[in-house]
């Protein structure tokens, strides 16, 4: 069903087990987080 909702902007995320920590970068093709806007 149709949402009218528009991306807003999209980032991919990566984790490190070792350092335990979350990084946001460019890469989108695994994780990713999106901001969608009505």
Do not use: A, W
């Amino acid at each position: 069903r149709h949402s009218d909702l528009t991306l807003k902007s999209m980032i991919g995320m990566t984790y490190n087990p070792f350092t335990k920590t979350y990084k946001l970068e460019s890469d989108v093709s695994v994780n990713y987080l999106c901001f969608y806007q009505k």
